[in-house]
């Protein structure tokens, strides 16, 4: 049995500010965690949650925090460590030389080494007075000749999806990108003074996720839905890069801000394996209800239930917990952007947008991971699902449950109706030119259209009353 502690930072105003004390106690598969806040954090008046539903503020202060049972972190601080990809990259970059021999990484090594550019707001550190990216790899520079350098990224997805040997020149990249979070391989670049999410295709892929990623992602926009920039580059004579701008990195007046984070499964206050179980978007609705901003709450619900009829209408039945996310916006502006960009594109469907409210909180990201999902063979088109719970039919994803589960969004009937009419207009009219702009090649497209299907003609009977 080992107690270790870890200091948890916070970035506010352009720097990181202790928030507070992990304490972890690694006893094989019983181990456990707890947190306190540090004083001087909480007297703060922009202290942000590090996690809004376990670590609440109010009353926080001399309280002690258990962590969840099981031996999980607490969520907000499991939304800033590594899942997937970039566990395999810490794995194989651990030099296991030496007293190093033999050594398996534990949650909190994953935490700790996972580097600057982890998403949010969260920083890390084992002493106070060390830097929070003190255990991961130093090198910060940016990357020479986007080009290159993308091309080099890509060589070296490669050769870890091959378990070929990382050459070092490569590991610093994917170290500081392994806290992404995700299952695909992935980077963190800088271009052209911006922070982007670069996603790897795997080669020899059959369907371009990319491409399709990135049409989708326009689809959705063209919904009414927020979703960040997107862009393709092409590599390598025809490997493609799908480039996503960071929503948690934003130029301020004090540098580069990170705004907090937090996954869907956080504010449903889940474990891991409670989000692996699945969720439902009510569910989400009705944290939000407790957690999230009020001023922006009945935008935010609508944005909600929105992006649960797109992901039915275009298949993307990967739609679990921490493919939907959530960010703080400060009262006083200092992020910037806080108001404003919801505005873009959605003032048809979603009431009220034109502006996006003014105080501080919890609001619902910009959507991410949007990508329809091949069907499989023998797929029966008329009961698709999407992995969180819609209503009263579960994860049944036809157009009548959709309209009739607008009332945990506050939508009444007819206005969900109208919402979902609009978007299967929208999808119908709109995704041959999309996709094909995205660059999807044409061989795509039948199963493109068959992803599509549902939303495109609802099958005799299920059309919505
Ligand atoms: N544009 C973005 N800005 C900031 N964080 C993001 C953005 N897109 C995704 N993320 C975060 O990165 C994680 C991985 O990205 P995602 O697109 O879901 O990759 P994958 O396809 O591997 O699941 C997400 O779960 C989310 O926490
Ligand atoms: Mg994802």
Not at 122 to 140: H, I, N, W
Not at 190 to 207: C, N, P, T, V
Not at 396 to 402: N, P, Q, S, V
Request: one cysteine or more; glycine letters at 12%; proline letters at 5%.
């Amino acid at each position: 049995m080992q107690t270790r502690n870890a200091y948890v930072h916070m970035h506010l105003r352009g720097t990181f500010v202790p928030a507070g004390l992990l304490t972890v106690v690694e006893d094989g598969r019983r181990s456990s965690c707890a947190f306190q806040y540090g004083n001087r954090y909480l007297e703060r008046a922009d202290a942000v949650p590090v996690d809004p539903v376990q670590l609440p503020l109010a009353g926080a202060r001399g309280l002690r925090f258990d962590g969840p049972v099981g031996g999980d972190l607490f969520g907000g601080i499991r939304d800033a460590s590594p899942d997937a990809w970039g566990r395999h990259i810490l794995d194989i970059s651990v030099d296991r030389h030496g007293e190093n021999a033999g050594l398996q990484l534990s949650e909190l090594d994953y935490l700790l080494r996972a580097g600057p550019d982890r998403i949010g707001a969260l920083g890390f550190s084992v002493r106070l007075d060390e830097s929070p990216f003190a255990f991961s790899t130093r090198q910060t520079a940016t990357l020479p000749g986007a080009e290159l350098d993308l091309e080099a990224l890509l060589t070296a997805a490669d050769a870890v999806d091959n378990e070929e040997d990382l050459e070092p020149r490569y590991r610093r990249f994917f170290v500081r990108g392994s806290s992404l979070g995700g299952a695909r391989p992935k980077a963190a670049v800088e271009l052209d003074g911006r922070h982007w999410i670069a996603k790897f295709d795997r080669a020899r892929e059959a369907w371009p996720t990319c491409r399709i990623e990135h049409g989708c992602m326009r689809l959705a926009r063209l919904c009414g839905i927020d979703v960040p920039d997107t862009k393709v580059v092409r590599v390598l004579g025809g490997r493609d890069i799908l480039l996503v701008e960071r929503f948690d990195r934003r130029p301020g007046q004090h540098g580069t801000e990170r705004i907090p984070f937090v996954s869907g499964a956080t504010m449903l206050g889940y474990t891991q394996s409670q989000a692996e179980r699945g969720g439902s978007y009510p569910g989400l609705a009705a944290a939000m209800r407790r957690h999230c901003r009020a001023d922006t709450l009945p935008q935010d619900l609508a944005r909600l239930y929105l992006r649960m009829v797109f992901n039915a209408m275009v298949n993307n039945t990967d739609d679990h917990l921490r493919n939907h996310g959530f960010l703080y916006e400060q009262k006083d502006g200092q992020y910037g952007q806080g108001s404003g960009q919801y505005g873009r594109g959605s003032g048809q469907y979603v009431r009220g947008s034109g502006q996006y409210g003014q105080g501080s909180g919890w609001t619902l990201s910009p959507a991410y991971d949007l990508v329809p999902q091949p069907i499989m063979g023998n797929d029966d088109a008329e009961v698709r699902t999407l992995s969180l719970t819609i209503g009263e039919q579960g994860r049944l994803a036809t157009e009548r449950h959709l309209v009739e589960s607008g009332g945990p969004f506050a939508l009444a009937k007819d206005e969900a109706r109208h919402l979902v009419a609009g978007l299967k207009e929208i999808i119908a009219s709109e995704w041959e030119q999309v996709f094909r702009e995205a660059g999807v090649p044409s061989r795509s497209f039948s199963e493109l259209r068959a992803c599509l299907a549902p939303g495109l003609s609802a099958r005799p009977g299920d059309a919505a009353q």
